[in-house]
């Protein structure tokens, strides 16, 4: 009988993160908005800041930049905080059209973003559970 062959770690080729960003404050986000080719409306810093004076929602976005760098993606939500439905993480309310701003032939970014919802789903549930208890 053979022996088994030893179990290897995997090293991952590469590690990504994901980073919380206010697209009102972060010259950045205005910059990333003018340059790319399906940014709208809906992401400028003016409707984003219209949505805070008008309803008091926290725009949000989400990057695999760090701020250290150029902002090269971002999915921009909104922190809602409602007296019937609680605190939540919504896509952009009163926007007909706000598609992610990256490159979606980028296998990476497309993987990273269902992370990071996943991620931010559990940390809202998580956050609903203590608060109930």
Not at 5 to 14: D, G, K, L, T, Y
Not at 31 to 53: I, N, T, Y
Not at 55 to 79: I, M, Q, R, W
Request: glycine letters at 4%.
């Amino acid at each position: 009988m053979s022996s088994p062959v030893p179990a290897r770690a995997i090293q991952p080729v590469s590690r990504l993160c994901c980073y919380q960003l206010d697209p009102t404050r972060d010259s950045r986000w205005a910059e990333l908005v003018e340059r790319h080719p399906r940014a709208s409306v809906f992401h400028s810093v003016g409707w984003l800041k219209a949505l805070q004076r008008t309803y008091k929602y926290e725009p949000a976005a989400f990057t695999t930049s760090s701020s250290a760098g150029d902002l090269k993606n971002g999915l921009v939500f909104c922190h809602i905080n409602s007296w019937l439905t609680g605190r939540r993480l919504v896509s952009l309310p009163f926007s007909d059209h706000c598609e992610p701003l990256c490159d979606w032939t980028d296998r990476k970014i497309r993987i990273h973003a269902f992370y990071c919802m996943l991620g931010i789903s559990l940390l809202q549930y998580v956050h609903r559970q203590a608060k109930a208890a």
